[in-house]
């Protein structure tokens, strides 16, 4: 019986609207949500790129009223969160629309969480411990990766113990996702090589993850393959609409895939080295992800074949020691064809500071679903080999 039980999956996403314009949609679904005063959550780069104020004149010409909050760093903190469920009771907002990298979507959640339950956010960390509903929250992502507008995560940095935690609720996937591939284009091929190995790294670990199923796999597997053939193209060809699309595509599905299979060692390493130095999310993951799956191999070689032959590996007649090697080297080369080839090491991380980042990653809600079960000293091992 306990067998039958662990063999069922679910799976939550939200509404979603894909392609060019979906932006468009924003006025409409806030309306149908009862909308009278918006909180519209971005941060400065995307003020700047020149989307706020398009979401914000969609939103006033149909006659809603709009509180800015932008306040929002690059990994959002606990202060952020609080300032931003301040803003939202004070002016009376009852809907939250959020359009940003996993930045702002995450302090949107996060808002939403305090707005409803009036508790520190940190109070949340952990799986399933919010109680209360909360407002809806209409999403425009204007990144390819992070795909915080169809997870049930929130991710949030605590300043002061330098720890970004997680947050894993149903109630933080949003009521809709409005995914724009046009929204993109203010990316710089930096942050596109991040937020697609980002992607990646989501599709890969939420289809060796010991929460995986078939709904999940179908996602994890075609967001391999559109991420691996598109992304390196995409960063030396930034305004291909075409590219932009698929990479988008790629994310969503990677998105749909880990909010649902969960993730795994690289995302609990690499949210305790995030919280340690604040480094953008997809380089962390960048910069972790071929020691995990060397780590990781021989705990589900037969998943990680799959991923070979997805990535357009030749796996007839290799050995399973040649397919581990051929995958680490087709992942290390696609790393530096979108520019992202660095180490621990190059960003100051010493051998003084793996176990307290060790500490931190075996805390992890992603480390629960690792295909191989994973102790303090296994996760330091990793850092080690990626210094
Ligand atoms: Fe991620």
């Known amino acids: 019986m306990a067998q039958e039980i662990s063999s069922l999956r679910k799976f939550v996403a939200p509404e979603i609207i894909f392609g060019s314009g979906a932006r468009k949609m924003v006025s409409n679904y806030a ?39 932008t306040q929002v760093s ?19 907002c009852d809907v939250i629309v959020a359009i940003g990298g996993g930045s702002p979507m995450d302090c949107a959640k ?16 952990g799986i399933d411990q919010t109680t209360n509903p909360i407002p809806p929250l209409i999403f425009i ?7 915080a507008d169809v997870s049930q995560f929130a991710i949030i940095s605590d300043q002061q113990d330098r ?3 997680s947050i894993v609720s149903k109630s933080v996937v949003p009521d ?40 999940t796999d179908m996602n994890a597997l075609d967001a391999i393959r559109l991420i691996n053939s598109h992304l390196a193209l995409l960063v030396e060809q930034p305004e291909d609409k075409y590219l932009r699309e698929q990479i988008m595509l790629g994310s969503m599905k990677a998105g749909l895939a880990f909010s649902n299979a969960i993730l795994g060692a690289v995302h609990a390493m ?19 992800v071929e020691h995990v799956i060397d ?11 799959v991923i070979a032959q997805t990535m357009g590996i030749d796996t007839r007649g290799l050995t399973s020691r040649q397919i581990q090697t051929r995958l680490r080297n087709h992942v290390q080369a696609l790393k530096r064809d979108v520019g992202l080839p660095d180490t621990l090491g190059k960003f100051g991380v010493n051998m003084s500071d793996i176990p307290y980042l060790s500490t931190n990653a075996i805390k992890d809600p992603c480390i629960l679903t690792n295909p191989r079960r994973s102790n303090k000293r296994d996760v330091e091992l990793v850092y080690e080999e990626a210094l």
């Open 31 to 69: 309306k149908t949500f009862g909308a009278q005063k918006v909180l519209l959550v971005s941060d400065p780069g995307v003020v700047n790129a020149g989307w706020v104020v398009e979401i914000e004149q969609l939103l006033l010409e149909e006659g809603l009223d709009v509180v800015r909050f």
């Open 176 to 215: 809709v996702s409005l995914i724009d591939p046009d929204t993109t284009s203010t990316m710089s091929p930096f942050l596109t090589a991040c937020t697609g190995v980002d992607a990646l790294v989501h599709a890969i670990e939420a289809f060796v993850s010991t929460g995986s199923g078939a709904l």
């Open 74 to 92: 690059p990994n959002p903190r606990t202060e952020e969160v609080m300032l931003g469920a301040e803003v939202y009771l004070e002016h009376g």
């Open 141 to 147: 992502p204007t990144t390819a990766g992070t795909s």
């Open 163 to 165: 720890v970004k935690f």
């Open 295 to 305: 780590y990781n191999y021989g705990s589900a070689e037969d998943r990680f074949a």
């Open 270 to 288: 690499s949210h305790s080295l995030g919280g340690f130095l604040d480094l953008p999310h997809g380089l962390c993951n960048a910069m972790l």
């Open 110 to 125: 996060a808002i939403g969480i305090v707005s409803t339950h009036g508790t520190e956010i940190r109070a949340f960390e």
